[in-house]
């Protein structure tokens, strides 16, 4: 089916959610007037829908294709990934001095919804880029920057993140690709990584990979490892010995190449050394951070793009009767609890994202508050982001019924694209376990109780949400006394307490807001159901998770190992 851009709900959330005002008010965003935004958005939603959207499909059943030569992509990729490149798209938010336009990061995360949710498994190459730009910005040398920045930053060529060993997934401290000083100021790399996304296609002249590497005696575990830029092909034009000697054959996202990269397999592949000896991860972690926004962004992405395909197919589908005549399936009771439930979740956690990419932007301005506030919400935006994503694809499969689980109706392919979310670039356990042992304990909790000030001030029209954001302060308090195990135990079913309580924050701001606001009667009156929604039955349903939250371990390891396994 077709792709339409949420042109009103973006327009609107940057306005009231993300405040754009306030950003262009500074001189570094002073181009981001709303007149510039409304382009943007305008445009993004179009381009997407005319390039990318005709190809999911296709790019589902044709996928990314191996050989010896190197990874095939399928028919019309290459033309709308020109496109992509010569529109300018992907300079939206890069760094000027290097051929970006500086605008705020909020202006491209609306980019990267639209291209997601009209191709998802695409937009893997445009997501990983503009992190291996932030890497390069904030930690290579001048002269990598000045080599390497400016065609990362137009997509001419692309950027990949090279952290996962057959050995070393979440445990990255375990790998083993080496780096050895080759006397000329390169490094000689040689290794394997897996699960490397577009770390091979035909789509760019040149493939430039950020590959974590580990000196000669380096110190053991993540205190020893670097990072190192490797591309396809030296400047000369050489061959870099760099290989792609497979690609997965995956559960989605079948036209995003995910490979198993060979490093030196002729002793013959040169590195340059990004940031300092032994500090990769710091530079990774810069990479990362942007990769996890654009993965939980993914999840609205999808979760929109199953919505609308699940409201039109009800609004079609006639079944069963009502007042002694056929009814379409949307006006079965059922079925319109679960469309307003894929609406409202999709909302809320668009509103989080845009949320915290406003945040990052003030971040970038050197409003110390807002990185604190960007860092915390950081994990939530990628979890309970890709959760709502899997659970609005899944939402829309049952509205199809039993043609639903049939591909042809494209409602399958939504979830299986949608599976990925919550796996990669850091798990969503992951994630909860960063979110109770990194960024609670942050400032000794004020940056936590911060959030919840916030939230508190704007909620007292809303009993549940207080009663959420109180449960949230208890569960918060408890888990940063709690022991190690304990703490874990209770991170994730805390993670959607805090995740809800925050979205839910933004939605009765909306819904404040909305009267005055100007919009189409029915953008309104969906907004209003949406955030009543949230408020009214999502918050509850969070706040019950607060006896999860704060249960312990002791259930969990009350049994031995083998009795998960016992018939």
């Not at 060993?165 to 790399?189: C, F, H, M, N, W």
């Amino acid at each position: 089916m077709t792709y339409t851009p949420p042109v009103a709900e973006q327009k609107f959330l940057l306005r009231h959610i993300v405040r754009l005002d306030e950003l262009s008010g500074h001189n570094a965003f002073a181009d981001a007037s709303d007149d510039v935004a409304d382009a943007i958005v305008e445009g993004a939603g179009a381009f997407a829908a005319a390039e990318f959207a005709p190809l999911n499909r296709p790019g589902d059943q044709t996928g990314a294709r191996w050989s010896p030569e190197g990874v095939k992509m399928p028919e019309g990729f290459h033309a709308a990934y020109r496109a992509y490149v010569e529109a300018g798209w992907g300079t939206l938010a890069g760094p000027p001095e290097h051929g970006g336009q500086g605008l705020p990061l909020t202006l491209a995360t609306v980019v990267m919804e639209d291209l997601g949710s009209a191709n998802m498994a695409f937009s893997l190459i445009m997501m990983l880029t503009p992190g291996a730009v932030e890497a390069l910005k904030h930690h290579g040398s001048e002269d990598l920057k000045r080599t390497w920045l400016p065609k990362l930053v137009t997509g001419e060529w692309n950027g990949t993140m090279n952290l996962t060993e057959p050995q070393a997934g979440s445990d990255v401290g375990a790998l083993k690709t080496r780096a050895e000083p080759a006397g000329d100021g390169t490094y000689r790399i040689k290794g394997q990584k897996i699960f490397i996304t577009f770390g091979e296609h035909d789509l760019t002249d040149n493939i430039v990979h950020l590959v974590l590497a580990r000196l000669p005696d380096a110190p053991a575990g993540t205190r020893g490892i670097s990072l190192f830029l490797v591309p396809k092909y030296r400047l000369d034009g050489t061959f870099n010995d760099v290989r792609c000697v497979s690609i997965e054959h995956k559960l989605g996202i079948h036209a995003s190449p995910t490979c198993v990269m060979s490093f030196g397999d002729e002793d013959d592949c040169r590195g340059f050394l990004i940031g300092e000896e032994n500090r990769g991860m710091a530079a990774m972690f810069t990479m990362m951070n942007n990769a996890r926004l654009n993965v939980g962004l993914q999840g609205v992405s999808i979760a929109e793009r199953a919505t609308q395909q699940a409201a039109a197919y009800a609004l079609e589908r006639v079944q069963g009767a009502r007042e002694g005549r056929g009814a379409r399936i949307i006006e079965h009771a059922d079925v319109r609890r679960m469309l307003l439930r894929m609406k409202a979740l999709t909302q809320a956690a668009r509103a989080l994202t845009y949320y915290t990419a406003g945040q990052t932007d003030r971040a970038s301005l050197g409003d110390a508050a807002a990185k604190a506030r960007a860092d915390l919400l950081t994990p939530l935006v990628k979890a309970w982001g890709t959760d709502v994503g899997v659970e609005v694809a899944s939402l829309g499969v049952q509205i199809h019924g039993g043609m639903g689980f049939v591909e042809e109706t494209g409602a399958a392919q939504h979830y299986r694209d949608a599976r990925i979310a919550p796996i990669y670039e850091g798990t969503n356990g992951i994630q909860a376990g960063d979110l109770v042992g990194r960024k609670l304990p942050m400032d000794g909790g004020a940056v936590f109780r911060s959030l919840l000030a916030d939230i508190r001030a704007e909620a007292a029209d809303h009993p549940p949400l207080l009663a959420l954001v109180d449960a949230c302060e208890e569960a918060g308090a408890h888990l940063l006394a709690a022991a190690p195990d304990d703490r874990m135990a209770g991170s994730y079913p805390f993670l959607t307490m805090l995740s809800v309580a925050t979205a839910g924050w933004l939605m009765a701001r909306q819904l404040r807001l909305l009267d005055e606001a100007e919009a189409a009667p029915d953008f309104k009156a969906m907004k209003a159901a949406a955030c009543r929604y949230v408020l009214d039955q999502l918050v509850p349903e969070a706040a019950g998770l607060a006896a999860q939250a704060k249960a312990g371990a002791d259930l969990l390891y009350a049994l031995g190992d083998e009795a998960f396994a016992a018939a």
